[in-house]
């Protein structure tokens, strides 16, 4: 793991950290473990780590070799005002405006290179806060995939979702500002089901979803009681 840029060429390194920037990079920590980036003892050091964390310095190296945003860059992107010094300004783009991109080489950031979620024999879901990349791939198997983005943000006004050909199932629970295109989804003996907009509300992204579903399900909805439940709403 290592950092980008050095506290000398990033005035934000330096930046002390509080409860809420370790806590965040804990949370995203546990869901690279549940996805297999990461094995027992590395997530447990590296929790340790971010709660003994004191700048953004501490931080950035524990996420630098994961598909996630450096906390930093996360940061500057919210307080525009500390690029100075060297720091590149975060961009803004359209509805965007705020956010970070993923970087280039992570996970998501080409067609060739999607960020994936698979299922094989048992459910795999991607929940909570995380910064959604701009090509994502969903292979459910023989089982679900949720991809879950109520609590999600990006940089991109158009996501492209890529369903692999299976027995299972791919669920995708959206805002009520997101708008979800199937258009372009295909079936063989399995279902498609959307009741989310076509188009988005002005500023919100749209998730085109693209591939065959083959004998599965997919399914697109937004927040039910239980999710709601789940996120005190």
Same mark, same amino acid.
């Given at each position: 793991?290592?950092?980008?840029?050095?506290?000398? @060429?990033?005035? $934000?390194?330096?930046?002390?950290?509080?409860? %809420?920037?370790?806590?965040?990079?804990?949370?995203?920590?546990?869901?690279?473990?549940?996805?297999?980036?990461?094995?027992?003892?590395?997530?447990?050091?590296? +929790?340790?780590?971010?709660?003994?964390?004191?700048?953004?310095? =501490?931080?950035?190296?524990?996420?630098?070799?994961?598909? +996630?945003?450096?906390?930093?860059?996360?940061?500057?992107?919210?307080?525009?005002?500390?690029?100075? #010094?060297?720091?590149?300004?975060?961009?803004?783009?359209? %509805?965007? %405006?705020?956010?970070?991109? /993923?970087?280039?080489?992570?996970?998501?950031?080409?067609?060739?290179?999607?960020?994936?979620?698979?299922? #094989?024999? @048992?459910?795999?879901?991607?929940?909570?806060?995380?910064? !959604?990349?701009?090509?994502?791939? &969903? =292979?459910? &198997?023989?089982?679900? /995939?949720?991809?879950?983005?109520? @609590?999600? &943000?990006?940089?991109?006004? $158009? +996501?492209?979702?890529?369903?692999?050909? &299976?027995?299972?199932?791919?669920? /995708? !629970?959206?805002?009520?500002?997101? #708008?979800?295109? /199937?258009?372009?989804?295909?079936?063989?003996?399995?279902? +498609?089901?959307?009741?989310?907009? $076509?188009?988005?509300?002005?500023?919100?992204?749209?998730?085109? $979803?693209?591939?065959?579903?083959?004998? #599965?399900?997919?399914?697109?909805?937004?927040?039910?009681?239980?999710?709601?439940?789940?996120?005190?709403?």
């Amino acid at each position: 793991m290592s950092a980008s840029h050095s506290p000398d @060429e990033n005035p $934000v390194l330096r930046t002390r950290v509080g409860n %809420a920037e370790r806590d965040a990079v804990v949370e995203q920590l546990h869901e690279a473990a549940a996805e297999g980036r990461l094995e027992l003892e590395e997530l447990t050091e590296r +929790i340790e780590s971010a709660l003994q964390a004191k700048t953004f310095a =501490d931080l950035d190296p524990l996420v630098a070799d994961l598909p +996630i945003v450096p906390p930093s860059q996360a940061y500057a992107a919210r307080n525009p005002g500390l690029a100075q #010094g060297g720091f590149p300004p975060a961009p803004s783009y359209g %509805a965007a %405006a705020g956010h970070v991109p /993923v970087p280039a080489q992570a996970a998501g950031s080409s067609p060739d290179n999607p960020f994936e979620l698979s299922a #094989g024999m @048992e459910d795999t879901r991607r929940r909570g806060r995380w910064t !959604v990349p701009a090509y994502l791939r &969903s =292979d459910p &198997s023989m089982a679900t /995939v949720e991809w879950n983005f109520l @609590e999600a &943000s990006t940089p991109h006004s $158009v +996501i492209s979702l890529d369903v692999t050909s &299976s027995w299972g199932t791919t669920l /995708v !629970v959206v805002p009520e500002d997101w #708008g979800v295109n /199937v258009d372009g989804l295909k079936k063989t003996w399995g279902s +498609i089901r959307s009741k989310v907009a $076509v188009e988005p509300r002005p500023g919100s992204p749209l998730i085109r $979803v693209t591939g065959n579903v083959g004998w #599965g399900t997919f399914s697109a909805r937004h927040a039910n009681w239980w999710d709601r439940q789940r996120l005190g709403r």
